[in-house]
């Protein structure tokens, strides 16, 4: 199976219910089911394209249960992905804690690391570990432009791919490429566990957020447009799948 398919089997083995709060927002998505389970997903970048509204997926969106919504995944508009992505990380969480994000700092340092995506924090981060990053992002001066990835990612000895990644497929697209790296991290918000089906794609690690403070706090920043990155009621663990 593929990796779309492989979420849809995760789910489908999951308990379904219905979906009792679905909000997209500036920066993530948050999906609330009727039994309490919640994840955090992926808004796909608006500076990328405008997130125009469709009647049919809105319609879709609110007549779906969790699983159906998680099915989405495959999707490429902007609301069927957002929702989608959120209802994975509820049906298929992470199992334990983790480690902290400080515990990767010493696997690059000094080492070529090919980044798609763009987040601020995280970059700076990543400077200051000493790690040499070459960033692709179509909207940020100073970066290389997306297309020319899969040719950075090749001499990088490191891969970061940030959540649109599924989306655009170019986690898929770059398998071959990411299976010879010393290590590709996926990070998130929206990732389900499913291991084994990413790492048959290459992936090493997967970066995703869990609850440290106060989950309704968490809820509320996600619904006024919050980034989940700057959440203090977030904190951003590392797991390994490979």
Known sequence: MNFFEDVVSGVRKCEDVSVARLVLGWHASLVIASDGRWGIGCVPNSLKEAHTAREAHTNLLLGGSMAQLAELIVSPFPQEFAAATAACAALLPFPGRGFPMDAIMP???????AVL???????????????????????????????DFAEGAERADWVWLFPEAIRDRWLISTTDVLKTKKG????????PWLRESFASLGVTHLVAPEAAGDAEMVHARISAGGDPWLCPDLEWRVHSVG
């Open 184 to 191: 590709c991290f996926l990070q998130g918000p929206g990732l």
């Open 107 to 113: 696997c690059a340092q000094g080492d070529k690391v």
């Open 117 to 147: 995506g763009y987040q601020r924090e995280l970059i700076s981060m990543m400077r200051d570990w000493g790690w040499n990053v070459a960033i692709f992002d179509d909207n940020r001066q100073g970066c290389f432009p997306q297309k």
